[in-house]
Nanobody
């Protein structure tokens, strides 16, 4: 069974950088897609950056040009490099995997890692 675990959150000042990591395990021969999401208390979870089955990246408009998602297949790890962070990026960030056909539904979620950006 696929499992994901995030790491790398923390506190940073506005304009700073952080890199999140997501370790993937238990996938066997299961094909999957990975993505990053975030949530602020009281608001809906939103997609930040995802990779489709062909490895193409998709970004939320609010993070384009600042965040970069990448995957190291040899290490079974997904990364999210976050530059020029803003206070509005403060959220709990989740790594998720979509294991179904076409990667339509993200059905495996990590516990989340907190990112706090101060002004």
């Amino acid at each position: 069974q696929v499992q994901v675990m995030e790491s790398g959150g923390g506190s940073v000042q506005s304009g700073g950088s952080l890199r999140l990591s997501c370790a993937v395990s238990g996938y066997g021969d299961t094909a999957y897609c990975l993505g990053w999401f975030r949530q602020v208390p009281g608001k809906k979870r939103e997609g930040v950056a995802t990779l489709d089955s062909d490895g193409r990246a998709y970004y939320a408009e609010s993070v384009k040009g600042r965040f970069t998602v990448s995957q190291d297949n040899a290490k079974n790890t997904l990364y999210l490099q976050m530059n020029n962070l803003k206070p509005e990026d403060t959220a709990t960030y989740y790594c998720a995997a979509a294991t179904g056909l076409g990667c339509l539904i993200y059905n495996v979620w990590g516990q989340g890692t907190q990112v706090t950006v101060s002004a």
